[in-house]
DNA sequence: GTTCATCTGTGCCCCTCTCC
DNA sequence: GGAGAGGGGCACAGATGAAC
């Protein structure tokens, strides 16, 4: 019988070496443990060890019939699947289990288990994609822009007070309570997230370098000669995307600038804070709920609840009516590619079968 | 067009803290 | 002291681009 708690914490070590993000890593490792412990129970093995003979293929089908019975989405068992799948990776080429030379016979029999494993993960991800395609077919359409922007709207008035208040400040003293922090980074990131369909996550890993590197840079002129600023969140990217900008006009700018110097300044001073992030709450710590944020705003003002997500799905879905040249300039600044943009943003193909209907 | 690999976002529960 | 806002963390779901 061979050990594996040794792997398992190899295996986070092992997945740093690749690079991969603390976040994607606890994730990966949390569902491991959940599957692992999960299948332990299924079968009956209440030991507080791990061993690579626990895992197994009566085990692995036991647990896919518990989700099943639980109701669990096939995209959540996917993942799960695939996060699973990658870890026994690691157990047989863990260096320092040696299964290969030790055990060969457990080694032979988790290369198996990995196949069969990999066999299902096709069926899953069949499924995933019927799944896709039944949601693509039946969702309704996203909100229109005014509907996404409407919190921002209502609380305008209370927010254009406050950064009055901090206009009005000097430099030193403590200037704002609790909820007044709250409330100003909750419209500033709702801004983002539902004014311009910016990632919750470029709101969150904005460095406060970054905008002062923007902000001290030369104005862009708009077409019609207004001055901005783009500020470059180098902390949020994806694969195709080497990173993601933020434009702001000259109201927006002065914001910014009013928040950075009069909030998170003093903040910083009297908290003795030191994280490079943009947002910072009133502890000093880094403002990182950006969507429970959006959502505790619109349930202030009372309207309708409109996620970061749903808000980027209205904007490439008001896009589509747009020239091509303005389709792909959207997509360029929401991070992702035209054709990402098209597979999986585009929705209401139960409205238009009915007006291709009306049109025959 | 479909599958694979990976990273990010949302919802919810529960505990802590602030303000009246 | 109590109500409710704020915040941490887990579990689940979705987004995204590359490879096949």
């Known amino acids: 019988m061979t050990q594996f708690c040794l792997s398992f914490q190899n295996f986070r070590s092992h997945q740093r070496k690749a690079h991969t993000s603390e976040a994607a890593i606890n994730n990966s490792l949390a569902d491991v443990t959940r599957m692992t412990w999960k299948m332990m129970g299924l079968q009956g093995i209440t030991g507080q060890d791990f061993k690579t003979t626990y895992l197994s293929l009566a085990g692995y089908e036991k647990l896919l019939a518990w989700f099943d019975k639980m109701d669990v989405n096939i995209k959540t068992v996917l993942n799960y699947t695939k996060n699973f799948m990658q870890f026994m990776k690691y157990v047989n080429i863990d260096m320092d289990l040696l299964l290969v030379s030790n055990d060969q016979g457990e080694f032979n029999r988790l290369s198996c288990l990995q196949i069969h494993i990999s066999n299902s993960r096709s069926g899953l991800d069949s499924g995933v994609f019927e799944l896709h395609k039944r949601q693509m077919n039946s969702k309704p359409m996203p909100p229109a822009p005014a509907e996404v922007k409407r919190v921002l709207t209502v609380a305008k008035d209370d927010f ?17 309570t609790k909820t007044r922090v709250a409330f100003i980074n909750r419209y500033i990131t709702a801004y983002l997230c539902l004014g311009q369909g910016i990632r919750v996550g470029a709101a969150e890993n904005m460095h406060g370098s970054e905008f002062q590197a923007a902000y001290n840079g030369e104005r862009t002129l708009s077409d019609l000669g207004n001055p901005h600023i783009v500020v470059h969140v180098a902390n949020h990217k ?101 054709e990402v943009a098209r597979s999986h943003y585009k929705h209401g193909f139960a409205k238009t079968s009915i007006d291709a209907l009306a049109a025959l």
């Not at 254009?160 to 704002?176: C, F, Q, V, Y």
């Not at 908290?271 to 009133?282: E, V």
Request: charged share 30%; proline share 3%; aromatic share 14%.
């Open 238 to 338: 994806t694969k195709v995307s080497q990173d993601c900008r933020i434009a702001l006009n000259s109201y927006w700018t002065d914001i910014f600038y009013l928040y950075f110097r009069y909030v998170r300044i003093i903040i910083f001073r009297l908290k003795n804070a030191t994280h490079p992030y943009f947002f910072t709450q009133s502890d000093g710590r880094h403002f990182k709920k950006v969507s429970d944020g959006i959502e505790k705003l619109q349930k202030q003002y009372k309207v309708a609840k409109i996620t970061s997500s749903t808000a980027r799905c209205a904007w490439e879905t008001w896009v589509e009516s747009r020239p091509e040249a303005q389709r792909k300039l959207v997509a360029d600044y929401l991070c992702h590619s035209a």
């Open 160 to 176: 254009d007070r406050a950064m009055d208040e901090l206009r009005k400040k000097d430099d030193s003293g403590p200037i704002l």
